[in-house]
């Protein structure tokens, strides 16, 4: 793999494989948020997944979701997008907000220590906003915009955690390089929780 590839494309053979998304995540109708060029479609992979509204800049802000009812979505999927959002805990409720009961919410983000490196202002990206941690209270200090996936789990009210994974498989720990930019290593946390009630 020689070009750049988003960060769902890289996830997608990972997916591909797993009875959690074929069967279980990537069902019914979805949204997509902050889509971009390497939007979430439709797929023989995940024959259940039905519709996928992609949702970016051009259809509306993002951190309010404006105009799209609550709980209207079997799966909210956003791939590395929180993390350019100013009000990125905000987001998160609204982006909850429409998951239906018994659906869930797939989220990827940069991993601060295997994006970022525990360097921040971020290197590769100066538009992040935040960085997240699977750490649980042990955010360093020079992390100044530091966010632990815990923070994010208990927003998601009413939640249950299916999935929480750091994806390093791939990840060169002697390279200072961006490792998403060439298609090593996602590099990333990607957190899946289902909502059990309203």
């Avoid at 996936?149 to 200072?176: A, Y």
Wanted: charged share 25%.
């Amino acid at each position: 793999m020689t070009s750049h590839q988003g960060a769902t494309s890289l996830a997608y053979s990972r997916r591909a494989q797993s009875r959690l998304f074929t069967e279980r995540v990537f069902v019914g109708h979805a949204i997509d948020i902050g889509s971009g060029p390497d939007a979430l479609k439709t797929d023989p992979a995940f024959p259940l997944l039905k519709t996928i509204r992609e949702w970016d800049q051009t259809q509306g802000d993002a951190t309010y979701m404006d105009g799209v009812p609550g709980e209207s979505f079997d799966l909210v999927y956003s791939s590395h997008c929180l993390e350019h959002i100013e009000r990125d805990l905000g987001a998160l409720c609204a982006w909850w907000n429409l998951v239906k009961v018994g659906g869930h919410l797939c989220l990827a983000v940069p991993d601060e220590g295997l994006y970022e490196r525990f360097r921040w202002p971020p290197r590769y990206n100066s538009d992040h906003k935040h960085s997240y941690s699977t750490g649980i209270g042990c955010h360093l200090l020079h992390m100044t915009e530091s966010v632990g996936m815990d923070t994010l789990t208990r927003k998601c009210h009413g939640g249950r955690l299916i999935s929480l994974v750091r994806l390093e498989d791939g990840f060169d720990d002697n390279s200072f390089r961006d490792q998403t930019a060439d298609g090593t290593c996602e590099c990333g946390i990607e957190l899946v929780i289902r909502k059990e009630r309203a």
